[in-house]
């Protein structure tokens, strides 16, 4: 469950430089089969700020975890490699779990994979995660209240290679499996401390003993301080925790990270190159400047630069002509729903959001299909519900958009509720909570006023929230507009993490990619109380229909139905991606990735 | 002799009224045809940024509808500078944009000029500890860079048209000040002022009356490069994209984006919108040389 910056399938690729022909920046390193750097372009203005695997909602980013911790720290169960989206046994740390007694027993394993400071990843890594999650729960990004892990466990014991969670009610497989063992990152001995000087006992700890849970806190605090200062990034305590093909050796405040190879990597694809870089911007232009001057291998476009569209959603057009000679464009389809997050909570446009009709007028005034089409240059596509496009059938049977754009129907969803358009202002004219009204806390004479913030850096998602706005505008309604950097528009804009924003909507220029809850049920964002509701979104048949997929494999089509007409969000076109990959690299898992995952140790040059 | 003779000349001859100074500066100032080329091309932009957008309004915000027209369009009959990549008409959103640009310009400008002068009069008159202190502060606003300032304030405080006004104006006033301070510093060890501070005039009533009053020629000088400057900055943040907030649109930001799609070959959106630009700095300074000219004591009839 990560938090999707517009950065999209073509980011997760990975590159060899042409630096190896020109022999100007290959390291000196022994072997002749890792030559080269590849250097990968960071989102504009969403660059790494949090190592810990660990991690709260507020750092729950693709930016943070599948393109930068999960380069150095893999996780229990490895989902996505290309374009399959499933999990990856091969290189996983931990052997395929197995149920039992009524699916209430689940039982794994662990390969006995090694971390860069010699000590086997086996159950006490393991151990090490569960611990720390029972003892802070609210501190990872996929924490729901009652469901899973911690909640829904009685008790966890390692030992050797082998974990036994005992689990106090039965689940489905499937959800357990992709959404909560997934999330599970071993993590070493070597991190099993208070301060740089000072060990603890958490990950040898009883499960839920009061002094596991107490050392775990302490650990976690220390831990979590350390993971968000960007100096500590390349200490040999985080390094000492790296079982991935991958090493940081260089991390500075802009963002910037160099890489390389893990010697100790105990997985099966060993990296290619000597360097993996990822380079940090903060706009998309400047990007584009590098892409032009050859200074980056694995970059992006901002679609509003073609001079063609893609001929279909999910085909590749014409490339920009200025890369064309020494890049290929490539698009494809993520694991993803795309959003604009709404906020429940203290606002100022509570009161509107809160009322459903409100949220159908804004949905139906928001024309996909066009923007899609002349924004994003068919790089793009509408969407409906909180479930991905590419969700398998057999899980979400298709249906058909409840809300499709529709001006009429957005003015008349207000209109027949109490709001009267008058010299291009629309205000409540008729106060109360009855039929017809406007509903509860919206005032007589009260204009329908939204603050709407968006991320900046990318015009095609100007022109989009541009697009949006004019429409919403002329419905009527006042729409305060303000833009900021990827980061702050999660932190200060959604009321979850800042209760006090005076935001109504925020859109990050991305969605939700499903990862690590791999099963979109979607509990982590839409449940009351989860750890990723960025908005304090509450709703007791939402919550039920999330709860009825977790203890059978049901099909996901009435949560799926229920995200499209209750508008937890707003969903607006999923940007398919236009990236750019050098002509030289090559890789033997494709370029399109669609949870994001970035596995350089594919690529070659 | 030549005393009597000279006496005789005086009386003999009929007196010539003066010349009223305000009508020598307009002589001098008149005598400058760039000076007056420029003011018609500034006052005719200026009307024409401000009034064409409502006698011949074009969409220039609702995205929504230029959907609806050819993006990157060449100029033609209906579109004469063409249209931009997102469809908006090229010479409308000109016109447009320099509303914003001009007006965020001559606003911040104003500050800067009237902080500035307030704050070098005060130090300069004052001098002393008060001075050493005050000037101190601005050596050390000075150090830091400018755009580098800029940039961090508004990605601190965002960026809405008010603080754009706001955080050009209020930042931009240190190199003002030092110039004025210097006026004040000469001043207030003249004569005349001296006179007036041994009346028991006050301080305030010396700077009002006397060293304001003489230091006009530089604080008009200084107050229209300031203008130029600050259109120049807010142009300066359009091109980095920390201009005026979109739907709005400046100068800067029209010419951050052609630019992008100037390597696609679409120059109507580049070379218009920087001529216009680059033209409208140019005449500002030429306005303020003539004025420092006009201002310029020696160049008076006595």
């Known amino acids: 469950m990560f938090r999707k910056g517009k950065l999209r399938l073509a980011i997760t690729i990975g590159l ?88 209430k027993t689940v039982t794994l394993t662990m390969k006995g994979w090694k971390f860069a400071d010699g000590q086997t990843v086996n159950a006490e890594s393991v151990m090490f995660f569960l611990n720390m999650f029972k003892a802070v729960p609210t501190d990872f990004c996929t924490y729901s209240p009652g469901l899973g892990i911690p909640d829904q466990v ?47 006992n958490c990950a040898a700890g009883k499960y839920g003993a009061a002094s596991t849970t107490v050392a775990c806190k302490n650990v976690y605090t220390y831990l979590n301080a350390q993971g968000a200062k960007l100096s500590s990034f390349t200490d040999k305590m985080w390094e000492s925790g790296t079982d991935g093909p991958w090493k940081l050796t260089k991390f500075d405040d ?10 100790a ?46 001929p279909s959603p999910g085909k590749v057009g014409a490339n920009w002509g200025q890369l064309s000679s020494r890049y290929n464009m490539v698009t494809g389809s993520d694991f993803a729903e795309n959003d604009m997050d709404l906020n429940f909570g203290k606002n100022p446009g509570s009161p509107f959001i809160n009322q459903l009709y409100v949220r159908q007028a804004l949905e139906s005034s928001i024309d996909q299909a066009t923007i899609a089409k002349d924004a994003f240059k068919n790089y793009a596509i509408p969407t409906y519900s909180a479930l991905p496009l590419s969700t398998p059938v057999a899980e979400s049977a298709p249906f058909a958009a409840p809300y499709p754009f529709n001006l009429a129907t957005a003015e008349s969803d207000l209109t027949k509720n109490g709001w009267t358009n008058s010299g291009g202002s629309i205000t409540c004219t008729s106060p109360g909570t009855g039929s017809g009204q406007c509903g509860a806390g919206i005032t007589s004479g009260e204009a329908l006023t939204l603050n709407v913030q968006w991320n900046s850096g990318s015009p095609s998602e100007d022109t989009e929230m ?7 505008k002329g419905l009527g309604i006042t729409v305060n507009q303000s833009q900021a950097t990827f980061d702050n528009v999660i932190f200060n804009c959604t009321s979850l993490y800042n209760p006090t924003t005076t935001e109504d909507i925020c859109n990050w220029g991305g969605g939700w990619l499903y990862a690590p809850d791999y099963y979109p049920s979607g509990e982590p964002l839409n449940l009351t109380g989860a ?37 937890p969000d707003l969903w607006d076109p999923l940007n398919l991606g236009t990236g750019e990959i050098v002509k030289t690299l090559h890789s033997s898992i494709g370029w399109n990735n669609v949870l994001l995952t970035l596995t350089p140790e594919y690529y070659r040059y | 002799m030549s005393i009597v003779a000279d006496n005789r000349g005086l009386v003999g001859q009929e007196e010539t009224p003066p010349v009223p100074m305000w009508r ?32 011949h309004p074009t969409n220039q915000t609702n995205q929504a509808l230029a959907f609806g027209t050819p993006e990157n369009a060449a100029p033609s009959g209906s579109h004469w500078f063409g249209t931009d990549s997102n469809g908006f008409d090229e010479l409308g959103r000109i016109f447009f944009a320099g509303e914003y640009s001009l007006t965020l310009g001559f606003l911040a400008g104003f500050i800067t000029i009237f902080v500035g002068t307030l704050y070098g009069m005060i130090s300069g008159f004052l001098g002393g500890v008060v001075d050493a202190v005050m000037m101190r502060m601005i050596d050390a606003f000075l150090s830091i860079p400018y755009i580098f300032l800029l940039i961090s304030l508004i990605t601190i405080f965002g960026r809405s048209t008010a603080f754009l006004i706001l955080v050009i ?64 900055f807010l142009s300066a943040l359009g091109f980095l994209g920390l201009g005026i907030q979109t739907p709005q649109t400046d100068w800067g930001t029209m010419l951050q984006a052609g630019t992008e799609q100037l390597q696609n070959g679409f120059w109507w959106e580049v070379f218009p919108v920087a001529i216009v630009f680059i033209l409208v700095v140019v005449a500002i300074n030429y306005i303020g040389d003539a004025l420092r000219d006009a201002f310029e004591v020696r160049l008076l009839e006595r």
């Open chain 1, 466 to 472: 541009n697009a949006i706005i004019a429409d919403w």
């Open chain 2, 169 to 232: 104006g209020l930042t931009g006033w240190w190199g003002n000040a030092r110039i004025i301070r210097g006026d004040a510093l000469l001043i207030r060890h003249l004569d005349y002022a001296n006179a007036s501070t041994s009346m028991g005039a006050s301080k305030w009533h010396v700077i009002r009356r006397h060293v304001f009053p003489n230091s006009i020629s530089n604080i008009v000088t200084v107050a229209t490069f300031s203008v130029a400057d600050a259109i120049l």
């Open chain 1, 531 to 567: 750890s990723s509701n960025y908005g304090n979104y509450s709703n007791p048949t939402m919550d039920s229909l999330i709860k009825a997929t977790l203890t059978t494999n049901t099909n996901l089509t009435a949560y799926a139905k229920f995200t499209a007409s209750n508008l």
């Open chain 1, 265 to 310: 990597y105990s997985g099966p694809q060993k990296a290619q190159v000597a360097t993996f870089k990822e380079v940090a911007f903060t706009s998309e232009t400047a990007e584009e400047n590098a892409l032009q001057a050859g200074q980056i291998d694995v970059g992006v476009v901002d679609p509003s630069i073609l001079t063609s569209d893609a």
């Open chain 2, 24 to 55: 020598q500066r307009l002589k001098i100032f008149m005598a400058n045809k760039l000076a007056i080329a420029s003011c018609v091309y500034v006052i005719v932009l200026a009307l024409a940024c401000y009034l064409v957008p409502h006698i």
């Open chain 1, 154 to 200: 009685s008790s966890a014991t390692g030992k050797g290679n082998t974990v036994t969670i005992h689990l106090k009610s039965p689940v489905s497989p499937l959800w357990f499996s992709d959404n909560e063992l997934a999330t599970i990152t071993p993590m070493p001995n070597a991190w099993d401390r208070t301060s740089a000087t000072q060990t603890a």
């Open chain 1, 254 to 263: 802009l963002g910037n990270a160099t890489f390389v190879p893990n010697r």
């Open chain 1, 16 to 103: 060899v430089t042409a630096a190896g022909s020109l022999g100007l920046i290959v390291p000196t390193i022994s072997g002749a089969s890792q030559q080269g750097t590849i250097r990968f372009a960071e989102g504009a203005g969403a660059s790494p700020n949090y190592i810990f695997p660990y991690y709260s909602g507020q750092f729950c980013s693709v930016a943070n975890t599948t393109q930068f911790q999960m380069l150095m720290f893999r996780p229990l169960y490895f989902f996505g490699l290309g374009n399959s989206a499933a999990v990856q046994p091969k290189i996983s740390t931990g052997n395929p779990p197995k149920y039992s007694n009524g699916n």
